[in-house]
């Protein structure tokens, strides 16, 4: 599976913007970018994925590099709530690829 | 929908004892999934099963056994207890087609711990 790096921590102030950033530098062409995340004392939840254009939802939006070597996950204005552990996983396509490769993301800590 | 559900949410163990943890979705996804989480570390896969009655190991799958017998249910066996076995343990599911895998949604977690 191709690995990714994130930073261990980061932090943030309560309604400013975070980024945070993953670097997939061995991604091959068929590779989904996937976020999840988990809350504590919770199980992961799934926040956003992509292939190579940028993605939005309602939680978050995905920035993808145009080389596909790193991608960032955009939170628009934190909030207390969007504490938590932050996996960038990712994911080969098709049926088959339906397997979920935990790191250790990174531990976002959000400032009141 | 109540998503999936875990039970217990706790319990502690003695050495050599056995449990079951019980898992349940009512998404009616075809794939379901065991992980631990040990102490400041992602999740690793413990068992997994692509429907009713098809199992097939993870990463870590020593000292546990599963079965699927129905699509709405995937218990997790502990047979004998041991200390390394402390983790918390999450289940998941997923739909999943020839074509296309969609996103994996977690119960809550049982927080086992053995003494």
């Known amino acids: 599976d191709a690995k990714t790096t994130q930073p261990n921590s980061m932090e943030s102030n309560e309604e400013e913007p975070v980024h945070l950033p993953c670097n997939h530098s061995?991604?091959?062409?068929?590779?989904?970018i996937h976020w999840y995340r988990q809350l504590p004392s919770q199980g992961p939840e799934y926040v956003i994925h992509g292939l190579t254009s940028n993605v939005n939802n309602r939680m978050a939006s995905l920035a993808i590099a145009e080389d596909r070597k790193s991608s960032t996950l955009i939170l628009h204005r934190a909030t207390l709530r969007d504490a938590a552990v932050y996996y960038c996983i990712l994911r080969g396509s098709g049926g088959s690829n339906y397997k979920l490769t935990f790191g250790k993301g990174t531990l976002l800590t959000v400032n009141p | 929908n109540a998503g999936v559900t875990q039970t217990p949410k706790f319990r502690i163990l003695k050495i050599g004892q056995s449990m079951t943890l019980q898992c349940t979705q009512d998404?009616?996804?075809?794939?379901m999934y065991w992980y631990r989480q040990d102490p400041g570390m992602g999740l690793k896969l413990i068992y997994y099963s692509v429907g009713a009655g098809i199992t097939d190991k993870g990463e870590v799958p020593n000292g546990y056994n599963v079965s699927r017998s129905t699509t709405e249910d995937f218990p997790l066996r502990l047979e004998l207890a041991a200390p390394s076995q402390t983790s918390v343990y999450f289940c998941a599911s997923s739909y999943s087609t020839g074509t296309s895998s969609y996103e994996q949604y977690f119960g809550p977690g049982t927080r086992l711990t053995v003494t």
């Open positions: 998404m009616n996804h075809n794939y």
């Open positions: 061995t991604i091959s062409g068929t590779d989904y």
